[in-house]
């Protein structure tokens, strides 16, 4: 779900600055998610691509690896124009973020 020792090594150990990241990610992502959903609907699948490989560096600096997967999956999905495909991965991009929520805020991180 999310690697927390590889966030704080690549923060240089500072846990406030992952906190402080983590909020940005929780301000951030909900409005991307809804971004990709309208390019989608809207049959953009360029710009599906392009929020979706936004959405996979912002999550990689958090150590969010499976959250990166599947932007990463929405993203091909788009470049091989399957919008199907794009769709189910951006379901289940929801999903791990809301899995990735109740993680964060169980260990008071969010």
């Known amino acids: 779900m999310i690697d927390l020792d590889e ?3 690549a923060l240089e150990g500072d846990e406030e600055l992952l906190k402080d990241c983590l909020k940005l990610l929780a301000e951030d992502l909900p409005g ?3 971004q990709l959903r309208t390019a989608l609907d809207n049959g953009n699948l360029k710009e599906t691509g392009t929020v979706a490989h936004t959405i996979k560096g912002s999550v990689a600096v958090v150590g969010a690896t499976e959250l990166k997967k599947t932007a990463l999956a929405v993203e ?3 470049r091989n124009e399957d919008p199907e495909k794009a769709r189910a991965c951006i379901t289940s991009l929801e999903q791990q973020w809301n899995d990735l929520q109740a993680f964060l805020r169980e260990r008071q991180l969010l």
């Open 32 to 34: 991307r998610i809804r």
């Open 76 to 78: 091909a999905a788009a």
């Open 7 to 9: 966030a704080l090594s």
